[in-house]
């Protein structure tokens, strides 16, 4: 090939990589948004919950929670007067939807039609995470200032006593066969605890995972996925607490879901990322990493959809994090509370 003849033909090579190489870059997003749902309201939030049978979601913020229909998107009421207002959970034989208020020290039941009260009970002091133990059939309510955790029981409405954790509790997560797991904030720990005897029975240190916030189970993997405040994710095998491996994620988490549809476990952070983890049997690792919005730290998931849930507000400030390695602190403007829809 002659000198000339061979410059032609690096110039068009490099021309033809040059015009392929953007293309080769475009990834597909693992997640894009699909919708966004203005709620209004308090911008003060916490934990969302998507209920399969009845496809609604369920969002706590300020004094309320609000119920949007997830076939629609649409708002269709709110539960009302829960100063406080932190978890949801439902129970499945009634349908009758339970939320808390911690001003109130109360676990108040829902007509799910009307959205009406209809039962109330006393719970632990500082009320925060609902979950609902299919084994036991009992509502367990959580209290991070009360560093204990209220069974409720909803054929009765009446409360149990409390059960001592030895620590700040933040989220919870049952198996469905008996187990129910909490994180313990303060002291880097998940404590299992025998749902009919209401007795722990197991207490694992997180290690290097500091400040458990956001818990999700696997239960057919036999793995508890919790999102920790300093950028981590420990996830933990069930039956022994062995931390099966670390995973790096965002900063300012405040929930952790999972998708057993699609094996796929999430971390929702307050410093505009979902972090998004493969559960495959065998290989547990991050697959990547979604932009969402500032504030975005709670979430839910629907699995039959795959959607996930999450919710944030019209940022007006920001400032440094509170905690070193934390997301920043960020202010909304009044009634900008939006729910952001994500699909796979």
């Not at 597909?28 to 003060?44: A, E, M, R, S």
């Not at 208020?101 to 925060?128: E, G, H, K, W, Y």
């Not at 239960?219 to 920790?228: D, E, H, K, Q, V």
């Amino acid at each position: 090939m002659k000198k000339l003849s061979r410059l032609k033909y690096l110039a068009a090579t490099l021309c033809a990589v040059g015009s392929f190489a953007p293309v080769m870059a475009q990834a597909k997003p693992l997640y894009h948004l699909v919708q966004t749902i203005p709620l209004g309201g308090g911008v003060k939030w916490d934990y969302l919950h998507f209920d399969a049978p009845s496809d609604r979601l369920y969002v706590s913020h300020g004094t309320e929670v609000t119920v949007v229909d997830a076939k629609t998107d649409r708002v269709i009421g709110a539960l009302k007067n829960l100063p406080g207002s932190h978890g949801i959970a439902i129970a499945p034989a009634t349908g009758d939807v339970y939320a808390d208020s911690a001003a109130n020290r109360v676990a108040v039941a829902f007509n799910p039609q009307t959205f009406a009260p209809i039962a109330s009970a006393p719970v632990v002091l500082d009320a925060d995470g609902m979950a609902y133990d299919p084994a036991d059939r009992e509502i367990f309510v959580t209290g991070g200032d009360g560093n204990a955790i209220t069974p409720v029981n909803p054929a009765t409405n009446k409360a149990a006593p409390d059960i001592a954790l030895g620590g700040s509790p933040e989220f919870l997560a049952a198996d469905g066969a008996g187990s129910l797991f909490v994180n313990i904030t303060d002291e880097d720990q998940i404590v299992r605890i025998n749902a009919a005897t209401d007795k722990i029975v197991a207490r694992w240190d997180l290690g290097a995972c500091h400040g458990p916030k956001g818990l999700a189970i696997d239960p057919a993997a036999n793995l508890l996925f919790s999102s920790c405040a300093n950028g981590q994710m420990a996830v933990v095998n069930d039956q022994n607490g062995a931390v099966v491996t670390r995973l790096a994620i965002g900063k300012g988490t405040d929930a952790a879901g999972f998708d057993p549809v699609r094996h796929r476990a999430f971390s929702s952070n307050g410093d505009g990322t979902l972090t998004v983890i493969s559960d495959a049997p065998g290989h547990v690792a991050v697959l990547g990493i979604v932009k969402t919005e500032p504030g975005a730290r709670t979430m839910a998931v629907d699995p039959a959809s795959g959607r996930v849930f999450l919710v944030t507000a019209t940022v007006t400030g920001r400032a440094p994090p509170k905690k070193a390695g934390g997301a920043p602190h960020y202010t909304f403007a009044p009634g900008s509370l939006k729910l952001l829809v994500y699909a796979p």
